[in-house]
């Protein structure tokens, strides 16, 4: 199957003209589109939900284009803009339609935003997704305001009297929505609030992609029903069970089917989002699974060369192989109804790459069958982890993914491996950070530090303190130390030698808190780097391997999740020294910000360039042995797809390959 480019596409079903119709024909030819999304009542064009008649309206405007298209070969799906909807507007919910609104956590009513559980809303959306498949499109998605969060200006939902029932039930008393907020956020052991909170919103979501799966395949059997997703740590807040939700979804002998958020509407330095890509699209597809059909959402708003060059948006589009991907969703027009705006030259553009993101797929990347560090993450999180204050929903956030930014950025092999209860994991490499750990009881914890080589952060420390787990890690005293109040200044690894730099400097002035650890005497702890003050005066360890084969860096995330001040060659030269000396370990050396991603049978290798710098050749400090010295290189050449076998030169566990790697180039090596 080729790779799928599926266009979002907005008419304004009032305005349209057939020229913008063969304008649309146009570049679909053009740019070697295969499917087209129509927008229902989207953005600018959206006046809250509609009735049957408006919404035949719209269906009545896009079928004489389905037509034309499938005459073309070129299948029509639809992407209704809204399900809850995703802000209020000014707009309110016709009386017509039996809609009651949500209610956020701090009272306030929204007027046009629908409640998830109201019996109301349940029908409407079920009704009106079955109106939808009427056209018996493609794929029928769901967009990503199907989520209590987000949803301007309000907070977090539901909290309308509905619900306040619903949580006073399972809760087995009367509490008012304050005091149940203030106690389903409270700093300390989770509360039941909590959990009838994250449970309720679970269960409702599923509940309702059932009632709609029911409502399309009894009017439209062949359609696939599709899922629009936000950032995973935020699904986490409202209890999202990935698998169970896709389910539902799907119903019986359909596909799961995704569109990942590409976290970059406008275009940011590439590193930058070398980044978000793993904390976002990575995660979401690790959750998923390999079986699922991703279609990642590339949108460049508010739509025009000014917010994105093509340049980035054919290194989007490439890089979304890196999940698996087997086609893409392009938002490149915007959706007032002006159409196709052919001077962008996207047509051109999509044309040129489509022969390689084909290529790409004969060796489709599986993230669940990949080499490399693993980075452990786990959608319950928010029901085990602790606040710090109980002020901010936002504490409720999981802050699983610092390794996996970091690590895939220094070039090291990872992907992202989502573990529930019971995770016997053995002879891995596994990196853990924040409060992952809280999810499992402690012998399950025991195992997996025992049984595998493990990095772990300040957070996750402070978890197996929490849990009188010190011995673990032979540590005698521990205690917290604030950024910026005059103690630490720096780290530095005394006796150790980075991008020939002797003892090593790296800053502790970002807002990233030390946690300072000392150890029990003759313990088997290797001390690689201290702390120091502004005045060189040594405070306390920093980063240490532990028994052979577990590795510490005590510090914890900003408040806003970042690790800034670790993305450093001097942290990067280090934590290969560190694995080096435990284990071989796959990495890249001297190419920063390129990932590296290793297929479990050897045989496939992607390398990604997410930096405006080119690499004159690849050096690959390898963690096995090849399955052979020469391999095959895929790479885009213009239109052209180029296959040229190249001789690897390994030397001292460093592979080396005499060939370039562009910037913004992603390759693929064939064994």
Same mark, same amino acid.
């Given at each position: 199957?080729?790779?799928?480019?599926?266009?979002?596409?907005m008419?304004?079903?009032?305005t349209n003209t057939?020229?913008?119709?063969?304008k649309?024909?146009?570049?679909v030819?053009?740019?070697?589109?295969d499917d087209?999304?129509?927008f229902i009542?989207g953005?600018e064009?959206?006046?809250?939900h509609?009735?049957?008649?408006?919404?035949?309206?719209w269906?009545?405007?896009?079928?004489p284009?389905q037509?034309?298209?499938?005459?073309?070969g070129?299948t029509?799906s639809?992407?209704?803009?809204t399900?809850i909807?995703?802000?209020?507007?000014?707009?309110e919910?016709?009386?017509?339609l039996?809609?009651?609104?949500?209610?956020?956590?701090?009272?306030?009513?929204s007027?046009?935003?629908?409640?998830?559980?109201?019996?109301g809303?349940r029908k409407y959306?079920?009704?009106i997704?079955a109106?939808y498949?009427?056209?018996h499109p493609r794929r029928l998605?769901l967009?990503?305001?199907f989520?209590?969060f987000?949803?301007?200006?309000?907070k977090?939902m539901?909290?309308c009297?509905?619900?306040?029932q619903?949580y006073?039930?399972?809760?087995?008393?009367?509490?008012?929505?304050?005091?149940?907020?203030?106690q !389903?956020l409270?700093?300390g052991?989770?509360?039941?609030?909590?959990?009838?909170y994250?449970d309720?919103?679970?269960?409702?979501?599923?509940?309702?992609e059932?009632?709609i799966?029911q409502?399309?395949h009894?009017?439209s059997p062949?359609t696939?029903?599709?899922q629009?997703?936000s950032?995973p740590n935020?699904?986490?807040?409202?209890?999202?069970?990935w698998?169970?939700?896709f389910?539902?979804q799907?119903?019986?002998n359909?596909?799961?089917v995704?569109?990942p958020?590409l976290?970059?509407?406008?275009e940011?330095a590439p590193?930058?989002y070398?980044?978000t890509f793993?904390e976002?699209?990575?995660?979401?597809?690790a959750?998923?699974?390999s079986?699922?059909?991703?279609?990642p959402?590339?949108?460049?708003?508010?739509?025009s060369?000014?917010?994105?060059?093509?340049?980035?948006?054919?290194?989007?589009?490439?890089?979304a192989?890196?999940?698996?991907?087997?086609?893409?969703?392009?938002?490149?027009?915007? !959706? !007032?109804?002006?159409g196709?705006?052919?001077?962008?030259s996207?047509a051109?553009?999509?044309?040129?790459i489509?022969?390689f993101v084909n290529?790409?797929?004969?060796?489709?990347?599986?993230?669940?069958?990949?080499?490399g560090i693993?980075i452990l993450?786990n959608?319950d999180?928010?029901?085990?982890?602790?606040t710090a204050t109980?002020?901010?929903?936002k504490?409720?956030?999981?802050?699983?993914?610092?390794?996996a930014s970091?690590l895939s950025?220094?070039g090291?092999?990872?992907?992202?491996l989502?573990?529930?209860?019971?995770p016997k994991?053995?002879?891995?490499?596994?990196?853990?950070s924040?409060?992952l750990?809280?999810?499992?009881p402690?012998?399950?914890i025991?195992?997996?530090?025992?049984n595998?080589v493990v990095?772990?952060d300040?957070?996750?420390?402070?978890?197996?303190?929490?849990?009188?787990l010190?011995?673990?890690?032979?540590?005698k005293?521990?205690s917290?130390?604030q950024s910026?109040?005059?103690?630490?200044?720096?780290?530095?690894?005394?006796?150790?030698?980075v991008n020939?730099?002797?003892?090593?400097?790296?800053?502790?002035?970002?807002?990233?808190n030390?946690l300072?650890?000392t150890y029990?005497?003759?313990?088997?702890?290797?001390v690689?780097?201290k702390a120091?003050?502004?005045?060189?005066d040594e405070l306390g360890?920093?980063m240490?391997?532990?028994d052979?084969?577990i590795i510490?860096l005590p510090?914890?995330?900003?408040?806003?999740g970042?690790?800034?001040?670790?993305?450093?060659?001097?942290?990067?030269?280090?934590?290969?020294?560190?694995?080096?000396?435990i284990q071989?370990t796959?990495?890249?050396?001297?190419m920063?910000n390129?990932?590296l991603?290793?297929?479990?049978n050897g045989k496939?290798v992607?390398l990604?360039?997410?930096?405006s710098?080119?690499?004159?050749?690849?050096?690959w400090h390898l963690g096995?042995?090849?399955?052979?010295?020469r391999a095959?290189?895929?790479?885009q050449n213009?239109? !052209?797809v180029?296959?040229k076998e190249v001789?690897?030169?390994i030397?001292a566990?460093i592979a080396t390959?005499?060939?370039?790697?562009?910037?913004?180039e992603?390759i693929?090596l064939i064994?």
């Amino acid at each position: 199957m080729p790779y799928t480019y599926a266009l979002r596409y907005m008419l304004d079903p009032r305005t349209n003209t057939p020229e913008k119709d063969e304008k649309l024909l146009d570049f679909v030819k053009k740019g070697k589109i295969d499917d087209v999304a129509f927008f229902i009542n989207g953005e600018e064009l959206n006046h809250s939900h509609l009735t049957e008649q408006e919404t035949q309206l719209w269906l009545d405007a896009i079928k004489p284009l389905q037509k034309k298209l499938s005459k073309i070969g070129v299948t029509t799906s639809l992407n209704p803009w809204t399900t809850i909807m995703h802000s209020d507007r000014g707009y309110e919910v016709n009386p017509e339609l039996g809609i009651n609104t949500f209610v956020d956590l701090d009272g306030h009513k929204s007027q046009d935003m629908a409640c998830p559980a109201d019996p109301g809303w349940r029908k409407y959306i079920s009704t009106i997704y079955a109106q939808y498949a009427s056209l018996h499109p493609r794929r029928l998605w769901l967009e990503d305001d199907f989520r209590h969060f987000n949803h301007s200006p309000l907070k977090l939902m539901c909290f309308c009297d509905y619900h306040m029932q619903i949580y006073q039930e399972k809760l087995g008393k009367n509490e008012s929505r304050s005091e149940f907020v203030k106690q !389903m956020l409270k700093p300390g052991k989770p509360t039941a609030e909590r959990k009838i909170y994250l449970d309720q919103a679970r269960k409702e979501m599923i509940e309702t992609e059932h009632l709609i799966e029911q409502a399309v395949h009894k009017v439209s059997p062949e359609t696939d029903l599709a899922q629009m997703t936000s950032a995973p740590n935020w699904h986490a807040l409202e209890g999202r069970d990935w698998n169970n939700l896709f389910a539902a979804q799907a119903g019986l002998n359909h596909p799961k089917v995704a569109r990942p958020h590409l976290p970059a509407y406008n275009e940011v330095a590439p590193l930058q989002y070398s980044r978000t890509f793993e904390e976002y699209t990575r995660v979401t597809a690790a959750y998923l699974g390999s079986d699922t059909e991703f279609y990642p959402e590339l949108e460049s708003y508010m739509y025009s060369p000014f917010v994105k060059s093509l340049n980035f948006t054919k290194f989007q589009i490439i890089t979304a192989a890196l999940i698996g991907s087997k086609g893409i969703m392009l938002n490149l027009f915007d !959706m !007032m109804g002006n159409g196709i705006n052919s001077t962008w030259s996207y047509a051109e553009v999509l044309a040129e790459i489509k022969p390689f993101v084909n290529q790409l797929l004969d060796h489709r990347l599986q993230m669940d069958h990949l080499n490399g560090i693993k980075i452990l993450v786990n959608q319950d999180s928010s029901y085990t982890l602790q606040t710090a204050t109980g002020k901010e929903t936002k504490e409720l956030l999981p802050q699983e993914t610092s390794w996996a930014s970091l690590l895939s950025s220094f070039g090291f092999a990872t992907t992202i491996l989502p573990v529930k209860q019971n995770p016997k994991i053995k002879n891995q490499i596994l990196a853990i950070s924040g409060q992952l750990l809280r999810n499992y009881p402690n012998d399950e914890i025991s195992d997996l530090l025992k049984n595998s080589v493990v990095l772990l952060d300040a957070q996750s420390i402070q978890v197996l303190l929490d849990r009188n787990l010190s011995h673990l890690l032979h540590i005698k005293k521990a205690s917290w130390h604030q950024s910026r109040t005059g103690y630490q200044a720096f780290e530095q690894a005394d006796n150790h030698t980075v991008n020939e730099v002797k003892n090593p400097r790296i800053t502790m002035l970002q807002k990233e808190n030390y946690l300072k650890l000392t150890y029990e005497e003759n313990a088997d702890v290797k001390v690689w780097s201290k702390a120091y003050s502004s005045t060189d005066d040594e405070l306390g360890n920093v980063m240490t391997v532990i028994d052979h084969h577990i590795i510490v860096l005590p510090l914890e995330q900003d408040p806003n999740g970042d690790w800034k001040s670790q993305f450093t060659s001097y942290k990067q030269g280090l934590l290969q020294q560190m694995l080096d000396s435990i284990q071989p370990t796959d990495y890249l050396v001297n190419m920063p910000n390129v990932k590296l991603n290793i297929a479990d049978n050897g045989k496939t290798v992607w390398l990604a360039n997410f930096s405006s710098d080119g690499y004159h050749q690849i050096n690959w400090h390898l963690g096995a042995r090849l399955p052979k010295t020469r391999a095959l290189i895929i790479r885009q050449n213009g239109t !052209m797809v180029t296959k040229k076998e190249v001789k690897i030169y390994i030397k001292a566990d460093i592979a080396t390959i005499n060939t370039e790697l562009k910037p913004l180039e992603t390759i693929q090596l064939i064994f």
